[in-house]
């Protein structure tokens, strides 16, 4: 087991290597930063003077070391646009993001798996089939669509929900949080539900192909033989196996949720990293993008990394075969 | 004598389809005494495992009891509703599937799933339950039962599962077993063991078994009482010496006929000739526009020389670290032109890699393979598709070697398309011409591989393995997966295909008495290791080694016929 994680660990940090290269080959490739700085008007004083503040004089592979070793530490510079420290514009925003994309996975898989289990069981049934057929919509809809359907069913003509932006937030610590008020909480459920509803429907169909899948398996058929109850069969023999498989995805698409807030986080003007993100692209904010993407994978890289863990845990036949 | 256990009263089975009423099970009567082994035999579709799935309140959708009734210890029990079945399941019926490598779920430790069923249906508590698992498992001789306990399905072997499998079935004390060919997934030796167990149970623990079967040597070796279907009916019922010395009807007759002997070599092998069913094949068709396989340099067409293949146990940074299987340890042999080299031995024993190497399917480790006189292993890619042409590979399961989203037609053309052997305007004419040779209709080139029965999808992997012509043909269990009947069909295309054409064959195979009807000589291979290779009259009348004298006494043998 740990030679296999040991293993893992390690084609984690090749893979964060290069991003990082690819991170960093954007300051180089995209655009002059200096340019976007500094204007029309400049002297050629100044454009030395920034280079040389900015470290941007010095060879390429000693940028990139230097580049590594503050990313390591959480430093990724200043901001081109805000003249604030990268990590500080970042920490502000964060919370916003994980605390929608936290809701969002757990809607998509609580809800996801039920609605899996519960149309895999009911094969034939009429609710079952309604459910499928109205998954195809999850699945089908672009999200910005969904966010918008969503808002003009909600606020604009029910008038239940606020449309855009986070609600009153407080502050705990270091972290803002839209949890602890009504307002907060109510302007969470649109934009959770609008990023959360693919991956739900992806989940649940994947539940249910799988589950039918484990159903016919002859151990399930021995286990009635045995005389085991239904509810056993179902909960404890065939969900245990249909999740193998179906927790590479879930791992895959917590990495998605974050990731594409983006849309959502547009569609709802969410104070968060998306928005960031998309406003540091309008104005070539290099740091800003490299950050983010770093931030991403490691997320990414953390979260398949766990799953391939936690697969060795559910799964005894891998547990021999990683030794 | 003393009253059933179990009787199964005029057992009629439905299965409403678009064509009206099928009925896989008609008016089926029969008794279990208790501490009694019942063979239920017959072909695959005749309904022996849908009655037992009937008497166990386990039928599929949409099939159901349409008439008759079952009597369990002097209660009804074909009525009852849903949950009152299956509370008799596992309880006072115990059940044994086929494959034991899949009747347990593979993340549930053995123990596991011992006590889950033993607190089930006995109110006991989890020590109690746990104390009884370990006692069920020293039961049926699993060794080192407290250590096994906590060990995962995918830790034991065949014939451990089905031991455990058997644990399962009987942890409440129940009053019938039904198994559903409990031994067909296993080796000669294994089935044996698990046999012998069985019938110990049956003698001890007074329980009735129901044992349905395709095997007339398990049903010559194991039961008391046979019941003989076909067609979803009853055509005998009797005891088993009367029936196997005596049958009175015809489809019994002919079902016994069918079963290959060991004891004498046939030209032809007997088929079940009941119901007129068995398809006339002519094999002139097949000479005809085919010239013989053209006599190789030396006269020995292949040549085997100590070839050994490793398999990677455990992996580690350090070459110096890792362990290695060693499945083939230096095998040697070689096979003449138009000879049929039968190679035997348990699973596991290292048969099906030696075929592999031989059809590149892995690389040799080290040793050497002469084809016709030309190294194999140390051929140009460019010449290594020459040789891949020349020979060609039949498997053993007519259900996973046929692509299932290819048309039978694109199946049997592929070869003819890879090596190029024909233009693209006569390759449906010459497909055609195979699918006939085979005995295949004109139609069947237009249909997907699960419209045909695994007989006939065994005809289609031949006609695949001969539309390039080959000079040398690899069988590999080819008939294993197959009903008595249908065997006795492909080993005949398969023996006058090596007569007409001058084939070559390396036939492997568990089974002795096919192997002693196909094959000019026989190599004995276990553990990775060719320990005897023989001719086969010899090998069969006068084995030299150890290993090969016990192979060939536990062949269950149809004692009572006399061949």
Redesign the interface.
């Given at each position: 087991m740990l030679?296999f994680i040991l293993k893992r660990i390690f084609q984690s940090f090749l893979v964060l290597i290069i991003t990082g290269a690819i991170a960093f080959s954007m300051f180089t490739f995209v655009g002059d930063p200096v340019d976007n700085m500094l204007g029309q008007e400049r002297t050629m004083e100044d454009v030395e003077r920034l280079r040389a503040q900015l470290g941007l004089d010095q060879p390429i592979p000693v940028q990139y070391v230097k580049f590594l070793g503050e990313a390591v530490q959480g430093n990724f510079g200043v901001s081109y646009r805000q003249g604030r420290e990268v990590s500080e514009i970042i920490m502000e925003r964060a919370p916003a993001t994980l605390e929608l994309a936290a809701l969002s996975a757990i809607f998509a898989i609580v809800v996801g798996i039920a609605l899996g289990v519960f149309t895999a069981i009911r094969r034939d049934g009429l609710v079952a089939n309604f459910i499928m057929s109205a998954s195809l919509i999850g699945v089908s809809l672009p999200t910005f669509l969904i966010g918008i359907l969503l808002i003009y069913l909600f606020s604009v003509e029910l008038g239940w929900l606020p449309s855009f932006g986070r609600g009153e937030v407080v502050q705990v610590g270091g972290w803002t949080t839209g949890f602890l008020t009504e307002s907060g909480l109510k302007a969470l459920i649109l934009p959770s539900i609008t990023l959360g509803l693919y991956q739900m429907t992806l989940i649940m169909r994947l539940v249910r192909s799988e589950m039918l899948e484990v159903l016919r398996?002859?151990?399930i058929?021995?286990?009635?033989?045995?005389?085991?109850?239904e509810r056993?069969i179902n909960f404890r023999?065939a969900l245990?196996?249909t999740m193998?498989p179906v927790i590479t995805v879930i791992g895959l698409q917590l990495g998605a949720i974050i990731a594409f807030a983006i849309i959502t986080e547009t569609v709802f003007q969410w104070p968060g990293l998306g928005l960031l993100f998309i406003n540091a692209i309008q104005f070539v904010d290099i740091p800003v993008m490299a950050a983010y993407l770093m931030m991403i994978s490691v997320m990414f890289v953390v979260i398949n990394l766990l799953v391939d863990i936690l697969y060795a845990f559910?799964?005894?036949?891998l547990r021999?075969a990683a030794? | 004598m003393t009253e059933p256990v179990l009787s199964i009263r005029d057992l009629t089975v439905e299965i409403p389809t678009r064509h009206g009423l099928f009925k896989p099970v008609q008016n089926v009567t029969y008794d279990i005494r208790p501490g009694e082994i019942r063979g239920v035999v017959g072909e695959s579709g005749a309904g022996k495992s849908m009655t037992g799935n009937a008497v166990?309140g386990?039928l599929d959708d949409p099939a159901r009891i349409a008439s008759g009734e079952i009597w369990l210890n002097g209660r009804r029990i074909d009525n009852l509703n849903v949950e009152e079945q299956?509370?008799?399941?596992?309880?006072e019926i115990?059940?044994i599937?086929q494959?034991p490598l899949?009747?347990?779920?593979?993340?549930?430790?053995i123990g596991e799933q011992l006590v889950?069923?033993i607190q089930?249906?006995l109110n006991v508590s989890s020590k109690e339950a746990r104390e009884r698992a370990l006692a069920l498992l020293d039961r049926v001789s699993i060794p080192d039962p407290k250590t096994r306990f906590d060990q995962?399905p995918?830790?034991f072997s065949g014939g451990m599962r089905q031991r455990v499998?058997i644990a399962?079935?009987l942890?409440s004390e129940p009053s019938v077993i039904v198994a559903d060919e409990p031994t067909t997934a296993l080796d000669v030796s294994i089935q044996a063991q698990v046999l012998d167990l069985i019938k110990e149970l049956a003698r001890e623990t007074q329980v009735g078994v129901i044992l349905v079967t395709h095997d007339m040597g398990v049903i010559a070796d194991t039961t008391e009482q046979v019941t003989v279907m076909y067609n979803g009916q009853v055509v005998e019922n009797g005891s088993t010496d009367q029936v196997l010395s005596a049958p009175k009807h015809e489809y019994t007759k002919s079902l016994i006929s069918a079963v290959p002997r060991p004891q004498v070599k046939l030209h032809r092998f007997p088929q079940v000739s009941y119901g007129g069913r068995e398809t006339m094949f002519k094999i002139e068709d097949l000479a005809r526009n085919w010239t013989k396989s053209e006599p190789s340099k030396s006269g020995k067409l292949l040549e085997v020389e100590g070839i050994t293949k490793k398999f990677l146990e455990?992996s580690?940074v350090l070459p110096s670290w890792r362990t290695y299987f060693t499945a083939v340890d230096e095998v040697s042999f070689d096979i003449k032109d138009g000879e049929v080299f039968g190679l035997v031995g348990e699973s596991g024993s290292g048969k099906s890699t030696v075929a592999r190497m031989i059809g590149t399917l892995l690389d040799v480790d080290s040793g050497r393979i002469r084809f016709d006189g030309e190294e194999v292993t140390t051929m140009a890619p460019a010449e290594i598709a020459g040789y891949r042409r020349q020979i060609q590979m039949i498997f053993q399961d007519p259900f996973s070697s046929l692509n299932p989203r290819m048309k039978v037609e694109s199946i049997v053309a592929e070869p003819l398309l890879h090596h190029k052997i024909l233009p693209p305007d006569q390759i449906s004419g010459r497909v055609q011409e195979l699918l006939d040779r085979v005995g295949l209709t004109r139609a069947a080139a237009s249909k997907y591989p699960h419209e045909f029965s695994g007989g006939q999808r065994q005809r289609i992997s031949i006609a695949r393995a001969l539309a390039t012509q080959p000079r040398f043909l690899i069988c590999d269990e080819p008939t294993s997966a197959l009903d008595v009947s249908i065997q006795a069909q492909i080993l005949n295309i398969l023996k006058d295909l090596q007569e007409h054409l001058g084939l070559t064959m390396l036939f492997i195979s568990h089974d002795l008495p096919v192997v002693r009807q196909m094959c000019d000589r026989v190599g004995v291979m276990k553990q990775g290791q060719l320990v005897e290779v023989q001719d086969t009259e010899t090998l069969f009348s006068n084995p030299q080694q150890d290993y090969t004298k016990k192979l060939l006494e536990l062949m269950p043998r149809l004692a009572q016929l006399s061949g």
């Open positions: 030679p398996q002859d151990y058929r021995f286990a009635r033989a045995r005389g085991l109850s056993v023999h245990k196996n193998v559910i799964d005894p036949r021999v030794k | 166990i386990l299956r509370a008799i399941r596992g309880r115990g059940m599937f494959d899949t009747s347990l779920n593979p993340l549930f430790t889950e069923t089930l249906h995962y995918h830790q499998v399962l079935a942890c455990k580690a």
